[in-house]
């Protein structure tokens, strides 16, 4: 069992990735996908007279300001076009993908943050209305119903709150939990970077074996969102997961291309 | 087996509908929901700078002229904001709702039409690159495996093509297929009128019953979307449903009501 997560950042076409995802699938390798959606979100919330809001949580953390309006749009955006693009490029290439939200039969259900603890122009701040959560559980049940039938299900980052709310959550730390809850060999986080680098943007810094006794350092070097791949893969091998590969999702072949060991492997 | 689509119109609150959704599947009654968001579609698809195109048929029937640009925001709309805010209302009245596509695991296959012959400014015009489609084939396998575990469908009107295109159906039509695929006792059109008006559009001429062998004179009652919506209905008599009742959604208990007997009953 695979779960790969591959980012809706600029520069990544889902092209090379479908092939890759079909070559695996017909030799048998059960594998789930979970994808983002910020880049096309921002785009599209943008151009709806939305713009996006961006804080920094008082740990450090960017995210998201989701109020009500901006979670309509992140799970029309996601769930209704990244998603179902997805889907239509690898039932183009014999995948027979199965689109869904975590919203979808409590796929995956999280604890939403209606307030963010935020630093704002040095100041501390609470903001109220936020529809964004933390992924917790997985209902494994539908995952292997669907695969089991020879479905490869595609995730799009939604979860559902246990007072049934759709939330927001961070795709990377979805994938970390479904991969937990599948009990996957392998989590690869897939996206517009080859990997951590110990010296931000500079791709020849590369580190390509973290021991997670090390990943504190890891936490050190990343930069912006990798500090979420991080913890995600932290949350990963602590949760029984194989091991985390963070690669490039830019490239050919890039699922057996990390699996065969290019980018950060984490274990 | 129900099958029921609702109407993406505007007047149409889905709270009522998610109400008596929840109380047919608790007393067991098996359901799928298909839904439509042609008025949604309209409103985003402005919003973002593209308008909708409505064309008139040869044979006098008007649909949306769907270049990819406009399949792909109708997708977005219908399968990631329609769709999932159903989901979370039928969530949050207990019904464990899987919403789906018909583009997810090939659920509904269309004959793609991608030349529309118009009429315009009346001159008879050829348009192509159209991605919309007419919903021929139903995988009930997907539906079945996910009813038989207690899961509700509910299902976007994208349908995928021979060469797994994504393309725009008819959500009647699509219904007509699901329910007639399921072999579905009765079919319920529920949209923004009380059903079909011998006199459009007084509500008091409704038809109460049309007897299916008078399905032509409904025809000649019927304006608009009402059109398709007793072609529909025609096809699914053929095709092996009990009967097709169309029906108001903007009341309370719309489907026991309908099934009780409100609105127009045609078998």
């Given at each position: 069992m695979l779960v790969v997560k591959v980012g809706g950042?600029?520069?990544?076409?889902?092209d090379a990735l479908c092939q890759d995802v079909a070559a695996l699938v017909k030799s048998g390798q059960k594998l789930v996908l979970v994808h983002g959606g910020s880049h096309e979100t921002n785009v599209i919330s943008t151009a709806l007279g939305k713009p996006p809001r961006f804080v920094t949580s008082i740990s450090g953390y960017q995210s998201r300001y989701t109020d009500r309006e901006t979670l309509e749009i992140f799970a029309m955006v996601t769930a209704g076009k990244i998603n179902k693009l997805l889907v239509e490029k690898l039932q183009q290439v014999g995948v027979n993908a199965v689109g869904l939200s975590g919203a979808d039969g409590r796929l995956v259900q999280a604890a939403r943050k209606s307030v963010l603890k935020i630093v704002e122009d040095g100041k501390r701040k609470v903001l109220r209305g936020d529809w964004s959560g933390t992924p917790e559980a997985v209902n494994t049940d539908l995952l292997n119903l669907l695969l089991e039938q020879g479905y490869t299900p595609v995730i799009a980052p939604v979860a559902l709150s246990a007072e049934s709310e759709m939330v927001n959550v961070d795709a990377d730390r979805m994938a970390a939990v479904v991969a937990m809850a599948m009990k996957a060999e392998a989590l690869l986080l897939l996206s517009?970077?080859?990997?951590?680098l110990a010296n931000f943007p500079?791709?020849?810094?590369?580190?390509t074996n973290l021991p997670r006794h090390r990943l504190a350092q890891g936490l050190e070097y990343a930069q912006g969102r990798m500090k979420k791949k991080i913890m995600g893969a932290q949350e990963a091998l602590e949760g029984g997961v194989g091991k985390v590969i963070i690669a490039d999702?830019?490239?050919?072949s890039p699922i057996s291309g990390a699996m065969a060991g290019k980018g950060t492997v984490i274990q």
């Open positions: 950042g600029e520069g990544i076409g889902f517009n970077v080859p990997g951590l500079d791709e020849s810094s590369l580190v999702a830019r490239v050919e």
